[in-house]
């Protein structure tokens, strides 16, 4: 079973299918300086085993997804995408691996260390691949991030972050700026 959580100024963790996810939002409203380059205003984290992650097909930057994929409560394998002129709820906007550097020996180096990770990753790429900064974000926005999980670490040497923008309400256009977009499945 999996559950979603939020909460103000932390971050947290749920397990789901061969992920870990979690997020971070900025307000456009009240703009705030990010401490160490991150805040966590609002967090949703799930993750879990289950499923050998790389079966599954990793989202490319551009790549836009429907309210129905299922990204928060169970990931799935080869999730629903669409061309970002159509009404989406999500849109990919960086894929990339955890700095091998810091995490030489290749053992699981504990959730909170690739949580922490994977937040400075998705900040570092924002600004590059959304054109503002992410303290900029509005209310109707977070940034979500997947995470591998100890298992899919261990077993199939899973080091890929996928950064995620989350919109409370369908858009319909790019928000992220990219070269090209992904064809749709």
């Known amino acids: 079973m999996t559950r979603a959580r939020s909460g103000h100024e932390r971050m947290g963790g749920y397990r789901m299918a061969g992920y870990r996810m979690a997020g971070y939002r900025g307000s456009a409203v009240r703009r705030r300086v990010i401490p160490a380059g991150l805040a966590a205003v609002l967090v949703l984290v799930v993750a879990g085993a289950g499923c050998s992650r790389p079966d599954d097909v990793s989202l490319r930057p551009g790549s836009c997804l429907t309210a129905e994929a299922k990204v928060i409560d169970r990931r799935e394998a080869n999730p629903p995408t669409v061309h970002c002129d159509k009404p989406h709820r999500y849109e990919t906007y960086a894929v ?5 550097d810091a995490f030489e020996d290749g053992t699981w180096p504990g959730q909170d260390a690739v949580d922490a990770a994977a937040r400075q990753y998705c900040y570092d790429t924002f600004e ?4 503002f900064g992410a303290q900029q974000m509005g209310d109707d926005i977070r940034v979500v991030y ?6 899919s670490w261990t077993n199939q040497r899973d080091r890929e ?3 995620l923008l989350m919109f409370t309400e369908d858009r319909s256009g790019r928000l992220a700026v990219a070269d090209d977009e992904p064809t749709p499945a």
């Open 96 to 100: 990339g691996d955890l700095d091998a």
């Open 128 to 131: 590059p691949n959304v054109g």
């Open 146 to 151: 997947i995470t591998p999980t100890a298992q």
């Open 161 to 163: 972050v996928e950064c």
